[in-house]
């Protein structure tokens, strides 16, 4: 055979590999963000400040909790706020403190098909501890539970409304493990949830942990653990008229139960009282009475009478009239017989 048919038919036996070569550059899979580098405190965090949830902005937002995270200046609030998911059909697990033997571990959150394991912190709004109650992904679209979220229901029509019953201990808590720390562990289903696959948080998320870090009034050494923000309507609208201050009390409980409960907690019956006779007008003040003499404090008088008429005026008693004396008869006089 020519040499160039050999080389002909050498090139011929390569252009499968080649072609297939040049697939495989063209279907490159990109590797998901590297997760959040890990932060280690020796103080544990404060506890969770107490506010209300802002109104969700529209259909497929979701509500992620506020959190303390940490810088080089301390421990700073990220207000809670409304996301949309990186796609159709997750959910999110916040992030939580840990307690690892020696120092406070921040997990972070993260996006999955499941909620995971978030320390057993009490957030709020849904997230009791456990699971998420605040809504369900049903057909691509998120209904909400306007028993525990701020929804406008004459715009957003997906909802259903379910009583959420906590079992968890309610406190103000914003860590788990070590001294004074929630003692939750993780169950099964969580477990599997985070061998998931995960959706690290959204460039808006990120953006708004990093806008909280660069406010100084939402750092502890500022505002004592009562920030001037508790949360905010999108992710990053810290000035917007919608975002919501702190309460300056503790948690309703310490924690607000959730509205589900009390919007359908049976009102207490009305007490009916027994009918009361009306009060005696109380008798008006009479005039010190003047002094009195002793022979008139021996034999007091009794009370004037009220509202009668005063008696007729008495005549006096007529005093007895002096009997007309008969004169005495004097003795006759006789003149003596002449003798």
Not at 198 to 204: G, L, R, S
Request: aromatic fraction near 10%; include cysteine.
């Amino acid at each position: 055979m020519p040499v160039h048919h050999r080389h002909l038919a050498r090139l011929a036996a390569l252009a499968p590999a080649v072609l297939l070569a040049a697939c495989a550059e063209e279907a490159v899979v990109y590797p998901e963000p590297p997760p959040p580098p890990v932060v280690a405190v020796v103080e544990p965090p404060p506890p969770l400040p107490v506010y209300e949830q802002p109104l969700c902005p529209g259909p497929g937002y979701i509500w992620t909790p506020g959190y303390w995270a940490h810088a080089p200046g301390g421990y700073y609030w990220v207000p809670g706020t409304w996301v949309l998911p990186p796609q159709p059909g997750v959910l999110w697990t916040p992030g939580y403190w840990g307690w690892s033997g020696a120092v406070f571990v921040f997990h972070a959150g993260y996006w999955g098909p499941h909620v995971g394991f978030y320390g057993g912190v009490n957030y709020g709004h849904g997230y009791g501890g456990s699971g998420y109650e605040g809504g369900r992904w049903e057909n691509n679209e998120f209904r909400y539970n306007t028993a525990v979220n701020n929804v406008n229901v004459t715009e957003i029509h997906n909802t259903y409304n379910t009583t959420v019953i906590n079992n968890i201990t309610v406190n103000r808590i914003s860590y788990n493990g070590g001294a004074g720390g929630v003692s939750a562990q993780p169950t099964p289903q969580e477990q599997a949830a985070g061998h998931e696959r995960h959706f690290q948080p959204t460039a808006e998320q990120a953006q708004h942990e990093r806008g909280a870090g660069g406010n100084h009034a939402l750092y502890l050494n500022e505002n004592h653990g009562r920030p001037a923000i508790g949360a905010t309507p999108r992710a990053g609208a810290f000035e917007d008229r919608g975002a919501v201050p702190v309460h300056e009390e503790g948690r309703e409980e310490e924690r607000r139960p959730e509205r589900a409960a009390e919007a359908e907690r049976p009102a207490p019956r009305p007490v009916v009282q027994p009918e009361l006779p009306p009060p005696h007008p109380a008798p008006a003040p009479q005039p010190h009475p003047a002094p009195q003499n002793a022979a008139q404090q021996r034999h007091p008088p009794g009370p004037p009478p009220q509202n009668r008429k005063p008696p007729p005026p008495q005549a006096a008693p007529s005093r007895p009239q002096p009997q007309a004396q008969h004169p005495r008869p004097e003795p006759e006089h006789h003149e003596p017989y002449p003798q």
